[in-house]
């Protein structure tokens, strides 16, 4: 099986091709094909990266005699 790779958008729940791709597509016009999307994960939710830089700032201002009062 051969793979082809383009990124695009969704649109109101369709793909768009590229008009570069729509023209290798044509060969396949009527074959059965597999999709698989992958969500472009360099678009990490700002949210998400703020949570976890606070969490580490705050935890790197315990230091190992703050230990003590993980018991009570």
């Not at 729509?22 to 074959?31: I, M």
């Not at 703020?50 to 003590?68: A, H």
């Amino acid at each position: 099986m051969r793979a082809i790779e383009f990124k695009s958008k969704l649109s109101h729940n369709r793909i768009l091709i590229p008009k570069m791709m729509q023209e290798r597509l044509k060969a396949l016009d009527e074959k059965s094909i597999r999709v698989m999307i992958l969500p472009d994960e360099t678009e990490v939710d700002d949210d998400v990266v703020l949570k976890q830089l606070s969490t580490e700032q705050f935890l790197n201002g315990y230091s190992d005699s703050d230990s003590i009062y993980d018991n009570y």
